[in-house]
């Protein structure tokens, strides 16, 4: 019976699992330079791409020497847990659950990220935890570390990728090998990787549950590395807790009398 259970929890909970890697670039562009970088981008990968809109139109942010952008970067400098600090945006269409990485293309305005950059991360940033985020700065001259604890502040969870790109407004036009550099420095390839379904007819399966990784087959070992190859727990047995694992991708190694296997999971 109890074997039964365990089988019917494998089959529903492998059926529901999201194991398709996808990215989503997410940004806002007033004078067109993230724009320009985020087209460059998506000609380098594979991607879905959401501009931010402010709700108020034609607002010009950069009148009597940027007030406007002064006034909205003020209002959440001062009370950034308050919704009403965020100036309001046009609803966005986008469901974050089939997005594995999500690339934030950010201005700087007064240090600061873009205040409706800011609104989009402030109502959503909660539901990228776990999710590998990239960031993308572009300022004239200043440089972006206040806005990278912006993007922190949003996404309290977000797996950040390491370094964020800064592309100075005078670099824009020639922002194509500062990109692909930026791919490779953050591993963009090796993240991105589909994660492969474990296919019905293999002779190993898993499940994840409650906090527990069930297993199911016939093998000795099962061993479970984070990223950077650190041991994070290990089992002969149908369970392993996990309940304590931060979620993100993992490398589950199964050792059978035939050797080795290898598998990249999301937890
Ligand atoms: C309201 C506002 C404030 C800005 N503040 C700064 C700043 O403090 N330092 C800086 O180097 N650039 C600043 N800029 C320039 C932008 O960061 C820069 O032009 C950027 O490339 C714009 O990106 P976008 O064209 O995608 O909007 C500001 C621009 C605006 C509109």
């Known amino acids: 019976m109890t074997r039964l259970i365990f089988t019917l929890i494998l089959a529903i909970c ?3 699992m999201s194991l398709s890697a996808k990215t989503l670039v997410v940004y806002y562009s007033y004078t067109n330079n993230i724009e320009t970088v985020v087209t460059e981008l998506s000609s380098q990968i594979d991607c879905d791409a959401v501009e931010i809109e402010p709700a108020e139109k034609g607002l010009d942010y950069a009148a009597n020497n940027y007030a406007i952008g002064s006034a909205l970067i003020s209002a959440i400098r001062s009370n950034p847990d308050n919704p009403a600090s965020y100036p309001a945006i046009d609803p966005v269409d986008i469901n974050l659950d089939e997005y594995d990485t999500v690339i934030i293309g950010a201005p700087l305005w007064w240090s600061q990220m873009a205040a409706p950059l800011q609104t989009y991360l402030f109502n ?3 539901k990228m935890a776990g999710k590998n985020i990239g960031l993308i700065v572009s300022s004239h001259s200043s440089g972006i570390s ?3 604890a912006d ?3 949003l996404i309290p969870d977000g797996n950040f990728l390491n370094p964020s790109l800064w592309i100075r407004s005078s670099e824009v036009p020639n922002c194509k090998s500062l990109i692909s550099k930026w791919l490779q420095d ?7 990787t589909s994660i492969e379904a474990i296919s019905s007819n293999e002779d190993f399966t898993y499940a994840i549950n409650s906090g527990c990784l069930y ?3 016939t093998y000795n070992m099962i061993s479970l590395y984070d990223k950077s190859g650190v041991k994070v727990g290990e ?3 149908t369970s392993l807790n996990i309940s304590s694992l931060v979620p ?3 490398i589950l190694c199964v050792n059978t009398k035939n050797g080795n296997k290898s598998y990249k999971i999301k937890l």
Do not use: D
């Open 215 to 217: 297993a199911s087959g």
């Open 124 to 126: 959503n940033g909660s």
């Open 14 to 16: 492998t059926g529901a």
């Open 235 to 237: 089992t002969n047995n």
């Open 146 to 148: 206040g806005v990278v």
């Open 186 to 192: 953050i591993n963009y390839q090796e993240i991105t």
């Open 151 to 153: 993007a922190k502040r």
């Open 248 to 250: 993100g991708v993992y």
